[in-house]
């Protein structure tokens, strides 16, 4: 009914998911960053320009990767090493678990004895391979002395030097690897101090080799590494037998480094917006943005604004009066879509869903201060496991004056009858500044999985009555194939039942999943309507709205009655009274722009539609009834002419009816009719201008005998006659059916009729049927039945007489006179 496929090619997304690019705003919400081992799904926007090319990147909750380490490894080489293939092995081991890149780690290495050397520094080797290839071709510098404050001295003054490549941001990890006590013992504390002042976290490994092999206690050398090591120590310190047991701490060394950023201790979260996914879902607000962030604080989810005073990121605490932190890591996907809404003396609240809340979802209203402060206003909660409610959120100004009517919340996995994911769509309406539930939305009732509400999306007016209207998506429909469903806003309410639906096999046989992302904002080709884009499976659809008009219809008769006397035409071979219709078409559309519309009517017109016999006939086809094609334009009158004859009949008690039916012909494309818009002209001719008939009768009657009911007049004889003379004028318009009763008493029988057309008077005469006769009236009467026409100086009357008394005699004068 509104809408029609676009002539334009379909346009092929990878994803089907329609976006709408209301200020140039593109989100992949799965956008990924490696950090060592694992993906993090952070997600990233962008702004785009008209041509949609690229331009500045929004990603409010990207962060550099845990793994963004310098690492500097100080490595004892003095001569008590041995052997030193197991510590090259423990080497190209341990840096092979390391995840080298500009963006990620950085690994240099110093090795000391009696003097320490840099080996590489942090800026030489952007890659693991690299790295590992170095590691095999280092040779033990070998050394009498160890001395161990002494390079960790060095490493934390040069190693870890913006000049060897250390880069600002990054944490700073060091670790020492040694077999033996210190020989500058007593410079350890200030090289330990230089290290913390740098903010330099530390591991530190213990060789016990040379120690068993010469039997000694390693205790005070123990000490001494744990005392090197950062706190704690059964964190950062680790002690092996010999070299070859390097090898069997590589892997714990390794994932202790890896998880140093972002453990936050017992029981507690290790992702915050690691895996935000923002971009997910988003609201354009006129001081910034809304993002959705499903995947943040392990996908217990949150919000964050970007807006013209800063960032507001609320903590996980702010929402903890409706999600309480006992329930961390059940996953209920808060802001998995978010909106606003206007409500009071306006007042904007933020909305946000969360379908997975105790697996029932649950959506909230709130305001957000600029200091990231949480008001919860009101809280929705779904009422069936496993509905997703609160997956979609759409709010309508309805009446279009800037406070929202309706919050619409959809439950598409709702399921329905024979266990169906028909899905659900729930209507709360505004009343004060909360909303109430008010009904849900009527969809196709049928069994059969839909997803009803996977999808919504207000659009400005289809239907141009003023009010906002409303999509929704059920990509399940039709084994899969999708459909969307229209509703029509009425005053500050959404109708409850769809006013049409859109399948997806209706446009092609080959889409699936049509209605899992509708939006309808922009006016693409150029005709002042919105057009709607669809997502499907890997296509998306456009839609062209239809023109809307209104076909005003007049219609009116040359002459405006039927001359009965005179007879202006003969039309099969029969003297007829010709007249003419004229009905013009004039088409008025609500869009008000250069763009004017045209369409055809298929215009069917109907003489005396409720008589079994035709008294007027076309002159064109010579019956009743006749069709024409006409060609009407937005905004001009065009008028076309049906000349019709009526053929002389004795009935003419009722005028001759006019009925005119169209509709528009081609319902494919162009404009549609108003909805409810009339679409019959009903008038009928012998009624003057206005169609309606209305008469002026006059009646004076007298009799030829004096008295009252005080004093009667007695007839004596029973040969006398009284005469009653009725006079009946007609001033305004043709009058039918009219009845003219004269009642008399049973001592008088009717007696004959004259009639005098040229002053239309009636002259009745009454016999005499007995002088004793009561003159009580009873039931005797005549009626005279008439169709009194107007005519310049003469009124013209036709009758039909009927009588009481049943006799032969009386019979037979009404038929005379009706022959005469």
């Known amino acids: 009914f509104l809408l029609r496929l676009s002539e334009e090619k379909d346009v092929h997304l990878i994803t089907g998911q329609v976006k709408t690019c209301i200020h140039s705003l593109a989100c992949a919400p799965l956008w990924s960053q490696e950090c060592g081992t694992s993906m993090f799904s952070t997600g990233i926007c962008a702004s785009v320009s008209d041509d949609l090319e690229p331009r500045e990147t929004i990603a409010p909750t990207a962060q550099r990767c845990s793994t963004y380490m310098d690492i500097v490894i100080v490595l004892d080489g003095s001569n008590s090493i041995y052997p030193w293939y197991e510590v090259q092995n423990f080497l190209s081991n341990i840096l092979s678990k390391f995840h080298i890149s500009p963006d990620q780690m950085q690994v240099g290495i110093l090795q000391y004895g009696e003097v320490a050397v840099h080996e590489w520094s942090l800026k030489d080797y952007q890659t693991t391979q690299q790295v590992v290839e170095a590691s095999m ?3 033990r510098q070998e050394g009498r002395e160890t001395r161990t404050a002494y390079a960790i001295h060095m490493a934390c003054t040069e190693a870890f030097s913006a000049e060897r490549g250390a880069r600002e941001g990054a944490t700073k990890v060091m670790i020492v690897v040694t077999d033996g006590e210190s020989h500058d013992g007593e410079e350890l504390p200030d090289a330990l101090e230089e290290c913390e002042t740098r903010n330099i976290t530390r591991y530190a490994i213990a060789v016990l080799g040379h120690y068993i092999r010469r039997q000694q206690d390693p205790e005070t050398f123990i000490n001494e590494i744990k005392y090197i090591a950062s706190d704690p120590d059964d964190k950062y310190f680790f002690n092996v037998t010999d070299e070859a047991a390097l090898n069997d701490i590589v892997d714990a060394l390794g994932d202790r480094i890896f998880t140093l950023e972002g453990t936050l201790g017992y029981n507690q979260s290790s992702f915050h917006m690691e895996m935000s996914q923002i971009g997910f879902s988003t609201h354009t607000l006129d001081d910034g943005i809304l993002f959705g962030m499903v995947g943040a604080y392990d996908w217990d989810g949150g919000v964050l604004k970007e807006g013209i005073n800063g960032r507001i990121m609320p903590p996980r605490e702010a929402f903890e009066s409706e999600f309480p932190l006992e329930l961390k890591n059940h996953a209920a996907y808060l802001g998995y879509t978010v909106s606003s809404v206007v409500v009071g003396d306006w ?104 997803r009803f509400g996977y999808a919504l999306a207000a659009t400005p007016d289809l239907n141009h009555d003023g009010f906002t209207d409303l999509l929704v998506g059920a990509p399940l429909e039709d084994e899969h194939r999708g459909a969307i469903y229209v509703y029509h806003g009425d005053g500050i309410y959404i109708t409850h039942n769809y006013k049409q639906r859109i399948a997806g096999y209706s446009i092609s046989p080959s889409l699936k999943y049509f209605g899992r992302s509708v939006s309808a904002q922009l006016d693409l080709d150029g005709d002042d309507l919105i057009d709607l884009a669809v997502g499907a499976q890997g296509s998306a659809v456009l839609l062209s709205s239809r023109s809307i008009v209104q076909i005003n219809v007049s219609l009116k008769f040359q002459p405006h009655s039927i001359n009965v006397i005179q007879k202006t035409c003969q039309k099969g071979g029969r003297d007829s009274a010709c007249l003419n219709a004229t009905v013009c078409f004039t088409a008025v559309s609500f869009i008000h722009s250069y763009y004017q519309y045209h369409s055809y009517l298929l215009v069917s017109a109907m003489l005396d539609d409720r008589k079994l016999s035709a008294r007027a006939l076309f002159d064109d086809s010579s019956h009743r009834q006749t069709q024409l094609l006409v060609q009407v334009h937005t905004g001009k009158t065009l008028c076309y002419n049906l000349p019709f004859h009526v053929y002389d009949t004795a009935d003419y008690i009722r005028p001759i009816s006019f009925s005119l039916r169209f509709k528009i012909n081609n319902t494919e494309s162009g404009p549609v009719l108003d909805e409810g818009w009339p679409t019959n002209i009903k008038k009928t001719v012998n009624c003057g201008e206005d169609d309606v008939c209305t008469t002026d009768l006059v009646l004076q009657a007298h009799m030829d005998i004096s008295g009252t009911r005080h004093k009667p007049y007695v007839i004596r004889s029973p040969r006398r006659r009284l005469a009653v003379e009725v006079q009946l004028q007609n001033r305004l318009e043709n009058a039918y059916n009219t009845s003219l009763m004269l009642h008399y008493s049973r001592n008088l029988h009717f007696s004959s009729l004259s009639i005098r057309v040229s002053h239309v008077l009636e002259v009745i005469l009454l016999s005499s049927d007995s002088v004793e006769r009561d003159d009580t009236l009873e039931d005797n009467s005549i009626q005279l039945q008439s169709f009194v026409q107007y005519e310049p100086d003469l009124f013209v009357s036709r009758y039909v007489c009927t009588h009481g008394p049943t006799i032969d005699n009386h019979r037979r004068i009404c038929k005379d006179l009706v022959r005469k």
């Open 347 to 450: 007042k904007r609240l933020y909305v946000a869903g969360a379908p997975r809340f105790k697996h029932k979802g649950k959506v909230i209203l709130f305001e957000l201060g600029d200091d990231g402060e949480v008001e919860i206003v009101q809280a929705l909660n779904g009422e069936q496991i496993g509905s997703y409610y609160g997956s979609e959120v759409c709010g309508l100004d309805i009446d279009q004056d800037g406070i929202t009517d309706v919050l619409l919340v959809a439950a598409p996995m709702f399921l329905g009858s024979g266990n169906k994911e028909a899905g659900r769509v729930y209507i709360y309406t505004l009343s004060g500044e909360v909303f109430i539930l008010n009904g849900t939305l009527k969809s196709e009732e049928k069994s059969q999985d839909a």
């Open 137 to 139: 071709n280092i040779s």
